[in-house]
């Protein structure tokens, strides 16, 4: 089992930044980022596995960065640039495959064994 804490949510002004945490109760070979805004499906926004290799959303690229320190096991995304239609519920995910070796499996919140409560973020314009 992976207990996930994610913290950092809150409200923001367009072009502002913020910054997510996921704590992770310990490591494991992939950890991403999703959101889901109201009335929309759950979309993956980026991914990191223990090898190095990211994956990110087109609608963040340039503006979005996931990164990670394995030593305190917390997973983070840099979020700069905000949007409105960057305002969503945010969740942390991992699971122990390798998910980042099959292009198109990263973003399929099915492949994520484990999940955070979730923490929103609020962007005015």
């Known amino acids: 089992q992976v207990q996930l804490v994610e913290s950092g949510g809150g409200s923001v002004q367009a072009g502002g930044s913020l910054r997510l945490s996921c704590g992770a109760s310990?490591?494991?070979?992939?950890m991403a980022w999703f959101r889901q805004a109201p009335g929309k499906e759950r979309e993956g926004v980026a991914a990191?596995?223990?090898?190095?290799?990211?994956k990110s959303a087109d609608s963040v690229k340039g503006r979005f960065t996931i990164s990670k320190d394995d030593a305190v096991k917390i997973v983070y995304l840099q979020m700069n640039n905000v949007k409105p239609e960057d305002t969503a519920m945010y969740y942390c995910?991992?699971?122990?495959?390798?998910?980042?070796?099959?292009?198109?499996?990263?973003?399929?919140?099915?492949?994520?064994?484990?999940w955070g409560q979730g923490a929103q973020v609020t962007v005015s314009s």
């Open positions: 995910a991992a699971d122990d495959s390798w998910i980042l070796g099959y292009s198109d499996r990263w973003n399929s919140s099915a492949h994520y064994t484990y």
């Open positions: 310990r490591n494991t070979n992939t």
């Open positions: 990191i596995d223990n090898v190095g290799r990211k």
